[in-house]
């Protein structure tokens, strides 16, 4: 009889870091997913913390922490889980060959394709914005043809804020495309990945670099995990590259997605894609098996212990009927709001929280699902990630931290 | 039972599809499976328009297999396709790929004329001016079907009963593959009954854009194997292609009676072995032999949500070394690289695959998927085996 000793539910941010973290620990993992998720189009940036309520800025990270209420998954785990998950992280990054930067001491200002900065906190490399404020002389480069993204944008926008008072120019870099479709930033990294591209985006650079330039592009640097389009770009060019923040598709979640895959296959977690998880076989508070529901029939899978990490409404993980909101899987129980009209404040810009956005299943220290009492409702589940109440992580700047702390934890609870 | 739905708008437009199509990676004339698939379907409502773009959809279904929401992008391209051939002439090209079963059974009367007829200079360039390529790895017809081979074999008999579909590939130009099926089984004390009368799945024909001539395969087929199943017998496939075709994509495409109690009972056989053992009955009396193999999963098993069964059956073999190659799309798509005009593509699609293989230095790649296995061979220059092929070996029958 095959088993696993866990499966996790969810091939994202989260449903990856528990899997890699439970096969770091000897166990045996399937990981069952249902489309790519929003990590391989995302901005592959940890944000940790960067607002509190109200839209105060934190210090640190580390700092807003402890000013959390008990109900954010943050607090449920404690500071001291926080720490670890991002040492267990950046430490893959190491070593896989792609080097995150960044601590919980430290909030990470990134340059957005509007001009503004956005607080972050474990980045790649190739986003520090270090270079920048060391030059005087920064090109903003953008792409012929290339959708939403503007270099006039950014460079009125830094220039208005403290610091970024720069020599600016702009230039826009043609990658010759044919063919009818827009440009992508994938496109351009899948061209940068080439050595004819490198030299056609060198030719067109050249004459914008002076000693000591800083380089503002969009994220198209390689679109593998790794920086060797950088460094090859750099060398030819000396100049340093920064690669700003975009709407999706953004190349820098492509990249972190194929990274941590990388490390979870070599971990023998056993991958099965399109496996849409819909219910458990339960013995009591115990689950023993995880069913799917595929177009052709239903087949079960056993297993010790299920990491749910399936997401919110947006991912599908939890469900808003007319009269009623559940999780998707095991029909756990999720805390929102009786009224539906408490859901949303009509007040937008206020830096309120949203209710609905702090929509998720309660759980308790070691992130399994609870009850109104506190009491737990399945003894080896647990969940991760975007499943998880308490917290609003687009007023915080806490998306992919929750994932990967909330990740970590329950790959180390199961 | 959740369905797959054919409402356009449950895309949100998040293009993971683009990011993760290998054909708008190595053609920049396709517009992407978002455009053609779900963003072109509202258009299509309104207007017969047809977006030339839509060609280069292979069917590969990595945009189904990486669509958060459950949208058969692929299947949305193919109803496109067909209502556009509807008014519009299609080449014989097309047709001749189409139908590959026809085609086979003409070839099959005189099969070695065939082979000879299909590989020489004059044929290939007659060929090349219908818009097949002289270049493609064109199948080589067997020399006995599948069908007249499987009638001469005395099977044990047995209690336990199952249907074996081999589809088009294994019945006209690889049996071998078949009989190592039939061998296998009988290994584990099955009887299996080959359904002669049933006929093509269809898939070459829906990615034609033949659909009527596909539903009434259909039809054919769904009648043919109901009645098995009502006996109980499940139904087994070799090929992945006619699984998906025979399980998945006959829901999505066509209302069919009986549809629902065929594609429940329809297995892969690694499926159905990895079964047996799970309920303790699969015989595990492996003789140990060597072998160092790569594993390549066709994107049409990957697509399923059955994970990568024979990969998990062969690991289970003793002596047998198998690496999971993970290495994207093959490119073949069924017939897609047949085409004269879409060979490059498909070379370009598959060449990560055929760079992996190479630097693995294995001397034999392993795949479920017949047109993968020719376009692997073609492409990375090794030898290919069915998974099941390696199981027979263990078994030394």
Same mark, same amino acid.
């Given at each position: 009889?095959?088993?696993?000793?866990?499966?996790?539910?969810?091939?994202?941010?989260?449903?990856?870091? #528990?899997?890699?973290?439970?096969?770091?620990?000897?166990?045996?993992?399937?990981?069952?997913?249902?489309?790519?998720?929003?990590?391989?189009?995302?901005?592959?940036?940890?944000?940790?913390?960067?607002?509190?309520?109200?839209?105060?800025?934190?210090?640190?990270?580390?700092?807003?922490?402890?000013?959390?209420?008990?109900?954010?998954?943050?607090?449920?785990?404690?500071?001291?889980?926080?720490?670890?998950?991002?040492?267990?992280?950046?430490?893959?990054?190491?070593?896989?060959?792609?080097?995150?930067?960044?601590?919980?001491?430290?909030?990470?200002?990134?340059?957005?394709?509007?001009?503004?900065?956005?607080?972050?906190?474990?980045?790649?490399?190739?986003?520090?914005?270090?270079?920048?404020?060391?030059?005087?002389?920064?090109?903003?480069?953008?792409?012929?043809?290339?959708?939403?993204?503007?270099?006039?944008?950014?460079?009125?926008?830094?220039?208005?804020?403290?610091?970024?008072?720069?020599?600016?120019?702009?230039?826009?870099?043609?990658?010759?495309?044919?063919?009818?479709?827009?440009?992508?930033?994938?496109?351009?990294?899948?061209?940068?990945?080439?050595?004819?591209?490198?030299?056609?985006?060198?030719?067109?650079?050249?004459?914008?670099?002076?000693?000591?330039?800083?380089?503002?592009?969009?994220?198209?640097?390689?679109?593998?995990?790794?920086?060797?389009?950088?460094?090859?770009?750099?060398?030819?060019?000396?100049?340093?590259?920064?690669?700003?923040?975009?709407?999706?598709?953004?190349?820098?979640?492509?990249?972190?997605?194929?990274?941590?895959?990388?490390?979870?296959?070599?971990?023998?977690?056993?991958?099965?894609?399109?496996?849409?998880? #819909?219910?458990?076989?339960?013995?009591?508070?115990?689950?023993?098996?995880?069913?799917?529901?595929?177009?052709?029939?239903?087949?079960?899978?056993?297993?010790?212990?299920?990491?749910?990490?399936?997401?919110?409404?947006?991912?599908?993980?939890?469900?808003?009927?007319?009269?009623?909101?559940?999780?998707?899987?095991?029909?756990?129980?999720?805390?929102?709001?009786?009224?539906?009209?408490?859901?949303?404040?009509?007040?937008?810009?206020?830096?309120?929280?949203?209710?609905?956005?702090?929509?998720?299943?309660?759980?308790?220290?070691?992130?399994?699902?609870?009850?109104?009492?506190?009491?737990?409702?399945?003894?080896?589940?647990?969940?991760?990630?975007?499943?998880?109440?308490?917290?609003?992580?687009?007023?915080?700047?806490?998306?992919?931290?929750?994932?990967?702390?909330?990740?970590?934890?329950?790959?180390?609870?199961? | 039972?959740?369905?797959?739905?054919?409402?356009?708008?449950?895309?949100?437009?998040?293009?993971?599809?683009?990011?993760?199509?290998?054909?708008?990676?190595?053609?920049?004339?396709?517009?992407?499976?978002?455009?053609?698939?779900?963003?072109?379907?509202?258009?299509?409502?309104?207007?017969?328009?047809?977006?030339?773009?839509?060609?280069?959809?292979?069917?590969?279904?990595?945009?189904?297999?990486?669509?958060?929401?459950?949208?058969?992008?692929?299947?949305?391209?193919?109803?496109?396709?067909?209502?556009?051939?509807?008014?519009?002439?299609?080449?014989?090209?097309?047709?001749?790929?189409?139908?590959?079963?026809?085609?086979?059974?003409?070839?099959?009367?005189?099969?070695?004329?065939?082979?000879?007829?299909?590989?020489?200079?004059?044929?290939?360039?007659?060929?090349?001016?219908?818009?097949?390529?002289?270049?493609?790895?064109?199948?080589?017809?067997?020399?006995?079907?599948?069908?007249?081979?499987?009638?001469?074999?005395?099977?044990?008999?047995?209690?336990?009963?199952?249907?074996?579909?081999?589809?088009?590939?294994?019945?006209?130009?690889?049996?071998?593959?078949?009989?190592?099926?039939?061998?296998?089984?009988?290994?584990?004390?099955?009887?299996?009954?080959?359904?002669?009368?049933?006929?093509?799945?269809?898939?070459?024909?829906?990615?034609?854009?033949?659909?009527?001539?596909?539903?009434?395969?259909?039809?054919?087929?769904?009648?043919?194997?109901?009645?098995?199943?009502?006996?109980?017998?499940?139904?087994?496939?070799?090929?992945?292609?006619?699984?998906?075709?025979?399980?998945?994509?006959?829901?999505?495409?066509?209302?069919?009676?009986?549809?629902?109690?065929?594609?429940?009972?329809?297995?892969?056989?690694?499926?159905?072995?990895?079964?047996?053992?799970?309920?303790?009955?699969?015989?595990?009396?492996?003789?140990?032999?060597?072998?160092?193999?790569?594993?390549?999963?066709?994107?049409?098993?990957?697509?399923?949500?059955?994970?990568?069964?024979?990969?998990?059956?062969?690991?289970?073999?003793?002596?047998?070394?198998?690496?999971? #190659?993970?290495?994207?799309?093959?490119?073949?798509?069924?017939?897609?690289?047949?085409?004269?005009?879409?060979?490059?593509?498909?070379?370009?699609?598959?060449?990560?695959?055929?760079?992996?293989?190479?630097?693995?230095?294995?001397?034999?790649?392993?795949?479920?998927?017949?047109?993968?296995?020719?376009?692997?061979?073609?492409?990375?220059?090794?030898?290919?085996?069915?998974?099941?092929?390696?199981?027979?070996?263990?078994?030394?029958?």
């Amino acid at each position: 009889m095959r088993t696993s000793d866990v499966i996790v539910i969810g091939g994202g941010l989260a449903g990856l870091t #528990a899997a890699i973290t439970a096969a770091g620990r000897g166990k045996k993992v399937t990981l069952m997913t249902s489309g790519a998720g929003t990590l391989a189009i995302g901005g592959g940036t940890i944000d940790i913390l960067g607002y509190l309520e109200g839209s105060t800025p934190v210090k640190t990270p580390r700092s807003g922490l402890d000013n959390l209420p008990p109900e954010h998954p943050y607090s449920k785990v404690g500071a001291l889980a926080v720490g670890e998950a991002v040492d267990f992280f950046l430490n893959i990054c190491r070593e896989e060959g792609f080097a995150y930067t960044g601590g919980l001491d430290r909030l990470q200002w990134l340059p957005t394709a509007i001009g503004t900065l956005k607080p972050s906190c474990l980045i790649p490399q190739t986003m520090d914005m270090a270079p920048v404020l060391a030059a005087s002389h920064v090109v903003v480069a953008g792409f012929t043809r290339l959708k939403d993204y503007f270099p006039e944008l950014i460079v009125k926008g830094l220039s208005k804020i403290a610091g970024y008072q720069k020599n600016y120019e702009q230039v826009m870099i043609d990658p010759g495309f044919t063919g009818g479709r827009d440009v992508t930033t994938l496109d351009i990294a899948r061209w940068l990945d080439t050595i004819q591209g490198q030299q056609a985006c060198r030719e067109q650079l050249t004459k914008y670099i002076k000693p000591g330039t800083a380089v503002i592009i969009p994220p198209v640097l390689g679109s593998k995990p790794g920086y060797a389009v950088r460094d090859t770009l750099e060398g030819m060019l000396n100049c340093k590259f920064v690669e700003s923040v975009i709407l999706p598709t953004a190349i820098t979640g492509l990249r972190l997605r194929a990274m941590l895959l990388n490390r979870a296959k070599k971990l023998g977690v056993t991958i099965m894609e399109q496996a849409h998880a #819909a219910w458990a076989v339960q013995d009591g508070e115990r689950v023993t098996a995880v069913v799917t529901s595929n177009i052709d029939r239903e087949r079960s899978y056993n297993t010790e212990a299920v990491i749910l990490a399936t997401g919110g409404f947006f991912g599908g993980g939890i469900v808003a009927e007319p009269d009623n909101v559940r999780e998707a899987v095991f029909n756990l129980p999720v805390a929102a709001p009786v009224d539906r009209e408490d859901w949303g404040t009509l007040k937008l810009f206020t830096g309120s929280a949203q209710p609905f956005a702090k929509i998720g299943i309660t759980v308790d220290s070691s992130l399994r699902p609870v009850d109104r009492d506190g009491r737990v409702l399945l003894t080896n589940v647990y969940v991760a990630g975007r499943n998880l109440g308490g917290y609003d992580y687009c007023l915080e700047k806490s998306g992919n931290g929750v994932a990967l702390v909330s990740g970590y934890k329950a790959g180390l609870s199961c | 039972m959740k369905k797959h739905h054919y409402n356009p708008d449950s895309c949100t437009t998040c293009t993971a599809c683009v990011v993760h199509c290998p054909v708008t990676q190595a053609v920049r004339e396709f517009r992407g499976p978002k455009l053609a698939g779900p963003a072109g379907e509202r258009f299509r409502l309104a207007t017969d328009d047809y977006d030339a773009a839509l060609e280069y959809c292979s069917n590969c279904k990595n945009c189904d297999i990486s669509c958060p929401s459950r949208v058969p992008v692929s299947t949305l391209n193919m109803k496109a396709r067909a209502n556009y051939y509807k008014t519009h002439k299609q080449p014989f090209r097309d047709w001749m790929l189409s139908h590959s079963e026809q085609m086979a059974k003409m070839a099959s009367l005189t099969p070695g004329l065939a082979n000879m007829g299909m590989n020489n200079f004059l044929s290939k360039a007659v060929l090349k001016k219908l818009g097949i390529s002289d270049k493609a790895p064109l199948p080589a017809y067997a020399s006995q079907s599948f069908y007249k081979q499987f009638r001469k074999i005395k099977q044990q008999p047995q209690a336990n009963k199952v249907v074996f579909y081999p589809g088009c590939f294994i019945n006209y130009n690889q049996p071998e593959v078949g009989l190592d099926v039939v061998a296998v089984l009988q290994a584990n004390q099955f009887e299996v009954i080959v359904p002669e009368e049933a006929v093509c799945c269809g898939s070459p024909l829906v990615v034609n854009g033949y659909l009527e001539e596909a539903e009434a395969n259909a039809r054919t087929n769904v009648g043919i194997l109901a009645k098995y199943i009502e006996q109980g017998y499940p139904i087994i496939t070799a090929c992945t292609s006619c699984g998906l075709m025979l399980k998945q994509e006959y829901q999505e495409l066509f209302e069919l009676e009986d549809l629902d109690k065929v594609s429940s009972r329809i297995y892969d056989i690694s499926e159905f072995l990895l079964e047996l053992y799970d309920e303790g009955q699969l015989n595990t009396n492996f003789r140990k032999q060597t072998g160092n193999y790569l594993y390549h999963a066709p994107c049409h098993l990957r697509v399923q949500g059955i994970g990568k069964p024979s990969l998990e059956l062969v690991r289970m073999l003793p002596g047998v070394e198998v690496t999971d #190659a993970d290495a994207g799309c093959c490119g073949i798509s069924g017939n897609y690289g047949f085409k004269d005009d879409k060979y490059d593509i498909a070379m370009a699609v598959g060449s990560n695959l055929f760079e992996t293989i190479k630097a693995s230095g294995v001397t034999t790649v392993l795949s479920d998927c017949g047109t993968c296995r020719l376009q692997i061979s073609h492409g990375a220059g090794v030898k290919t085996a069915h998974p099941i092929s390696i199981v027979r070996a263990a078994y030394g029958k």
